[in-house]
T-cell receptor, first 109, second 114 residues
């Protein structure tokens, strides 16, 4: 079946640093979505991408839909403590979402 | 105040018992989904429904059952046939258009079976 490879698995960063994470697949997707999940809660949609090459921002977050339609990245600029959590990518195909395993963001004290 | 509600937040059951998890939405979304999440893993699709009285199996439907009698409600039953039912269960819904891809989630139910 289709799979997404999300990396890195976890990140330890200092407050104020920029963050970058990505998802890759051997399959083509129609849509790329990025979600954030806080512990014990449901994922919250951050950014949705619908066109190859599309670059979209949401505040300090920027995401891109890869030109090959097989990858996407998410950047967070100037990280703050409330950015901690798990970030998931999801690729849309045939009315379903295929999920990455998540990137856990931890801010060093 | 529109949203998706799941109840209860925590659920404890003995092995061998069936248990039903509730999911209600007032977003007027046509499609609804159930996912299972295990520690350190992504979400895995159990069942989904695109319209009332119709639903489809996802990747891991064995040991689960659903119904969709109303647009607002999509309950999930975890049966005794599910071999490893302890997990975090998430319900989601999506609106027509945009390929049903933008899914909005409830707060989840953590089920523990002992």
């Amino acid at each position: 079946g289709q799979q997404l490879n999300q990396s890195p698995q976890s990140m330890f960063i200092q407050e104020g640093e920029d963050v970058s994470m990505n998802c890759t697949s051997s399959s083509i997707f129609n849509t790329w979505l990025w979600y954030k999940q806080d512990p014990g809660e449901g994922p919250v949609l951050l950014i949705a991408l619908y066109k190859a090459g599309e670059l979209t921002s949401n505040g300090r977050l920027t995401a891109q839909f890869g030109i090959t339609r097989k990858d996407s990245f998410l950047n967070i600029s100037a990280s703050i403590p409330s950015d901690v959590g798990i970030y998931f990518c999801a690729g849309g195909f045939n009315y379903q979402l295929i999920w990455g395993a998540g990137t856990k963001l931890i801010i060093k004290p | 105040d529109g949203g998706i509600t799941q109840s209860p937040k925590y659920l404890f059951r003995k092995e061998g018992q069936n248990v039903t998890l509730s999911c209600e939405q007032n977003l007027n979304h046509d499609a609804m989904y159930w996912y299972r999440q295990d520690p350190g893993q992504g979400l895995r699709l159990i069942y989904y429904s695109q319209i009332v009285n119709d639903f489809q199996k996802g990747d891991i439907a064995e040991g689960y059952s659903v119904s969709r009698e109303k647009k607002e409600s999509f309950p999930l039953t975890v049966t005794s046939a599910q071999k490893n039912p302890t997990a975090f269960y998430l319900c989601a819904s999506s609106m027509p258009g945009q390929g049903d891809y933008e899914q909005y989630f409830g707060p989840g139910t953590r089920l523990t079976v002992t």
